[in-house]
């Protein structure tokens, strides 16, 4: 069947371009993977890691000569978006075929997936995925097997297969749900040649599955489908009821709805973290109000979601808050009632997994959950790093475009309990997980870095990243910032990093910057206080202004980020470190330093200070003193470096040797250094360390602290 491109696409992207087709022309196994990324673009398609596509070659047996079909296929937990033939598994058609001659029965359903290595084309191939059946037992030489949410909508309507008829009439085909596996290949194989002429075909509560000859008429085939889905479901919006049956409240003003979810996810991350800490997220998409604001919202929310790929990464069903929109989140009586619906949600949660597991199924997993929804506000996301949270979050608004679809034009239906445990908990998705690297030290926390445009702040700002961390980057200086926040975002991911512009002298600009670092990762674990400037001037020429600045930026400056991170910490319960970079001059009177070494002298003594108040909170403080890390350093760029040079008799030139000479192990200091140091405080091993000073320093015996 040829498929012919519409004239306009109002519901998808038709993103092909001729040109790029046209250099790829002759290899079917480029133009397959520009196809699937070309899908995965379009998140109206499918989201995140959801999926499959495959195409079917001849090519030449390694072992024969002969030539034989070999089909490609999306390997287990890639992307199609981001698909390389890296990410793919290739396995002979015929062999997929002969696994009906071992196949003992659904019973044994799980078996089949090891001997989907012994049908391995390529031996360093991907891992097979447990659709590879269903794409390898249909005749077709590319297939696209995608989750968009019009036609997700249309399998987990409870009359799907009828308002799939009224769409499609005969040219699609209706497959029930059924867990993914060789039995649904053998059904999707069956109910093919029963209707040969099929464009496509639906799972119920699943997906979509369409083909072509080329790759190119299967992607106008799936968006062609797509969009014929998406222009029913708009025609029905508002027609039987009202979409949602009506809004129930209005949401707070925008800026209003920021404010109370900053305010209140700290608070929610410490609940989420009680078994494991997560890491958080915010949005207050207009899709997600229309849904949490309306009349249907709580009853929608406890059926649950349908597609599989939407279930594992939302759970069982959201949270839904019973407050009002502007309630005083900070307060004990909120917070008491939010504190009681966590916990009859963990109490839910385990009930469902006492009621639904088998002889053989994995332990109860963490009962609490990774969807909150705050109506008038928005919703919160919680997983083990930033990127989950965020498709997470991603998946919610998906369901919610399903259960808005199927509830325009019959009554939705989630998966059935037993079904959706056999999902989440299947030993096949137990194996995935017990393969997953082991998470790196500071996995699952947040890290806030002042002065981490360059410098010491940004080597230390890099050491939290490599080690795990989600890390706001935080300066007074725009250029340095972005440039910074480029770098971090090719080196380590959009979902790693975030950053925003802070005087550490202004206390509104600090809440603003815990504000942004609680909407993006739902709090902050580690502060490190490293924002600064140095002035070297005798006393006779010191001025006033010279004190105040220094003072206002070091000692006032690590105060007011203390004592609003400190208030973030608290609402999460979860502890926290504070490290404060101070200098070897807070220990050291050395010539010609009286503001600078009087403000490093009262940030230490800060640091035992609020180490000593701080330690019933499980809030470790500690002190990191470099000293002469010119490479690399902020500080040296300015009239700093001409103020040592002057004091000591030397040249600009001639300070690091000179530094280095002075030092026991005459060694020159550099900003890893120092980053290295901040991370062996947090790192893990000295979690029972606090109020202490690490000087990193090369020796210094003047500045040795006993």
Not at 162 to 171: A, C, N, P, Q, V
Not at 274 to 295: A, K
Not at 687 to 702: L, P, W
């Amino acid at each position: 069947m040829k498929y012919t491109k519409k004239a306009e696409y109002k519901y998808v992207s038709y993103l092909w371009d001729d040109a790029k087709a046209k250099e790829l022309a002759g290899n079917e196994v480029d133009l397959f993977i520009y196809r699937s990324n070309m899908l995965g673009a379009d998140l109206r398609l499918t989201n995140y890691a959801g999926g499959n596509t495959s195409c079917k070659i001849e090519d030449k047996d390694p072992l024969t000569g002969k030539m034989a079909q070999v089909m490609w296929v999306k390997g287990s937990g890639g992307d199609i978006g981001t698909l390389k033939k890296a990410g793919c598994a290739s396995l002979y058609v015929e062999k997929l075929h002969s696994l009906k001659s071992v196949y003992k029965g659904i019973k044994f359903e799980d078996e089949m997936v090891e001997l989907f290595n012994y049908c391995l084309f390529n031996l360093k191939s991907a891992t097979p995925s447990i659709d590879t059946p269903l794409h390898g037992l249909l005749p077709f030489k590319h297939i696209d097997h995608l989750h968009p949410d019009a036609l997700i909508a249309i399998a987990a309507a409870k009359d799907g297969e009828k308002l799939m008829k009224e769409i499609w009439g005969d040219t699609m085909i209706w497959i029930p749900w059924q867990k993914p596996g060789f039995d649904l290949g053998l059904q999707l194989e069956e109910a093919q040649k029963k209707n040969p002429t099929a464009k496509g075909l639906i799972l119920g509560g699943h997906g979509l599955f369409t083909w072509g000859d080329t790759s190119y008429e299967s992607y106008i085939n799936t968006l062609n489908t797509i969009e014929e889905a998406s222009e029913f479901l708009a025609k029905h919006y508002g027609k039987k009821a009202p979409i949602f049956n009506g809004q129930k409240l209005k949401s707070l003003e925008p800026k209003a709805r920021k404010e109370q979810a900053s305010l209140l996810i700290p608070t929610l991350r410490g609940l989420a973290s009680s078994v494991n800490r997560m890491v958080g997220g915010f949005t207050d998409d207009e899709r997600v109000l229309e849904f949490i604001n309306s009349n249907d919202c709580v009853r929608l929310a406890k059926v649950g979601t349908s597609c599989p790929d939407h279930f594992l990464r939302t759970k069982i069903q959201p949270l839904v808050l019973n407050i009002a929109p502007d309630a005083d989140v900070d307060s004990a009586e909120v917070k008491a009632i939010i504190e009681k619906q966590f916990a009859d949600y963990r109490e839910m949660y385990t009930g469902y997994y006492n009621r639904c597991k088998h002889d053989n199924s994995p332990a109860l997993r963490d009962p609490n959950p990774v969807v909150i929804l705050f109506p008038g506000v928005g919703m919160f996301n919680f997983a083990k790093d930033r990127q989950t949270a965020r498709v997470s979050g991603e998946f919610y608004i998906n369901a919610i475009n399903v259960m808005k679809g199927a509830e325009a034009v019959s009554t939705y239906q989630g998966l059935p309990e037993q079904e959706a445990f056999d999902i989440e908990y299947w030993l096949l998705e137990e194996a995935k997980l017990q393969r997953m690297p082991k998470e790196k030290p500071l996995s699952r926390k947040v890290a806030l870095v002042t002065g981490s445009g360059g410098g010491i702040g940004k080597a230390i700002a890099k050491k939290m990243a490599e080690e795990g961390a989600c890390v706001m980057l935080t300066d007074l200086n725009p250029e340095w910032l972005k440039e910074a926040k480029d770098e971090f975002v090719k080196l380590f991911g959009k979902d790693v990093v975030s950053d925003t512009l802070l005087d550490v002298s202004k206390v509104d600009m600090i809440e603003e910057a815990y504000k942004k670092a609680s909407l993006v990762f739902g709090g902050v674990d580690i502060i490190v206080n490293c924002a600064g400037l140095a002035i070297s001037k005798p006393l006779e020429q010191t001025t006033i202004s010279d004190w105040d600045l220094l003072e206002n930026v070091l000692v006032k400056g690590q105060f007011m980020m203390s004592q609003s991170g400190v208030s973030v910490m608290r609402k999460q319960k979860l502890g926290g470190d504070i490290v404060n970079i101070a200098s070897k001059n807070g220990l050291f009177a050395g010539p010609n330093n009286i503001a600078y070494g009087t403000a490093k002298g009262a940030q230490i003594h800060m640091s035992r200070l609020l180490a000593a108040e701080l330690g019933k909170d499980k809030i470790r403080v500690n002190v990191v003193n470099p000293d002469a890390v010119i490479g690399g350093s902020k500080i040296w760029e300015g009239t700093w470096a001409e103020g040592r040079a002057k004091a000591y008799g030397i040249t600009v030139a001639e300070l690091p040797a000179f530094y280095a000479s002075r030092s026991l192990m005459n060694e020159i200091v550099y900003a890893e250094d120092i980053a290295n140091g901040v991370f062996a405080f947090v790192g893990g091993h000295l979690s029972k360390s606090t109020g202490n000073i690490m000087n990193v320093d090369g020796g210094v015996a003047a500045s040795f602290t006993r």
